[in-house]
């Protein structure tokens, strides 16, 4: 009796046993923008890939718009186990590295080209590496493009923007951006930006053409100043502790669907960015001001110093070799 019961339990071991190595790796992915923007697409390629190429063992769910978790939380949830992988903007990685403020300083890059020029050199590709020893692997960089000015009055020169309060992500880079213009930021989830821009709780905001057109900013701000003053790039990451838990044969195949969709969604950055420049411009409901060279030579001359200001925590080496990746 002592035998049967024994074997039976055995038997039920190897079911349950086999029933959990039939369920898939699930991989839960939170983001924080509509699924149209290069991010939206970066991740539905993502889910797509892995999905085709490792039917029954790995599942990739979606979930875009802040549904699970907006970027100020998501780190945290991360390393708690409740998401996988996320894609949070590089002004969120703080608390995790101080080096990633890099991105967030005002007219380092001339253009997105040169962003990519400095991502994918030596000390770009070592910046992936600077949150491991908080658990946070970094997989590679997302565009979106680079950032303009939106406000309810025309925005020619700095003094233009004195007094007035703009939403910033939490950022104390970009808080001292704005206070250089004698402005007032203010830091807000992503997710209450509209609102507060429709309400006039706010002035005015910055952000890439794709997230003013994507998430209808252009209908409640009159004016967009065209001033690519600054870059909105993503870290997709995971944590350590899932990253080093997939066999090997499962983590290569994810890293390689991540690239292939990677480079499918800077794409989509590339020619979004000239898209929904020119839809904005076509609906009439905001006007987009170009500066001269002589306005634009004035804005940089009011924030540049920010960069002085935090040289020490990122790095004067740093600031150097992302400047010459304009020049290249």
Wanted: glycine letters at 4%.
């Amino acid at each position: 009796m002592k035998f049967r019961l024994l074997g039976a339990l055995a038997a039920c071991a190897m079911i349950f046993a086999s029933v959990a190595a039939a369920d898939p790796i699930v991989i839960k992915f939170s983001h924080v923008v509509a699924e149209n923007t290069p991010k939206g697409q970066m991740a539905n390629r993502f889910k797509e890939l892995v999905e085709a190429r490792l039917p029954g063992k790995v599942k990739v769910e979606v979930f875009p718009n802040s549904q699970l978790f907006g970027d100020n939380k998501v780190l945290e949830a991360m390393l708690l186990g409740d998401v996988q992988m996320a894609a949070p903007s590089l002004s969120k990685f703080k608390r995790y590295t101080k080096k990633l403020q890099l991105f967030d300083l005002p007219f380092l890059f001339s253009d997105l080209k040169a962003v990519e020029r400095f991502q994918q050199s030596p000390e770009g590709q070592k910046l992936l590496h600077a949150t491991e020893k908080k658990g946070i692997v970094g997989l590679g960089y997302l565009h979106n493009g680079m950032k303009q000015l939106s406000a309810s009055k025309p925005l020619r020169v700095p003094e233009d923007a004195k007094k007035l309060k703009f939403r910033i992500m939490s950022s104390d880079v970009l808080a001292a951006q704005f206070k250089a213009l004698d402005a007032m930021p203010l830091k807000k989830p992503f997710s209450e930006v509209f609102t507060l821009l429709q309400t006039k709780a706010i002035d005015g905001q910055e952000n890439t053409w794709s997230n003013i057109y994507s998430k209808k900013f252009y209908e409640v701000q009159p004016y967009i100043t065209e001033s690519n003053h600054g870059v909105l790039d993503y870290m997709v990451v995971t944590s350590r502790e899932f990253w080093n838990s997939l066999p090997d044969d499962i983590r290569g195949e994810v890293k390689k669907a991540l690239d292939e969709a990677i480079e499918l969604g800077n794409k989509v950055a590339y020619e979004k960015s000239v898209a929904d420049r020119q839809a904005i411009i076509d609906s009439g409901r905001s006007e987009v001001i170009e500066l001269t060279p002589e306005q634009r030579a004035k804005w940089v001359a009011a924030m540049k110093p920010v960069w002085k200001q935090f040289e020490d925590q990122i790095g004067k080496d740093l600031i150097d070799a992302a400047w010459a990746a304009n020049k290249q």
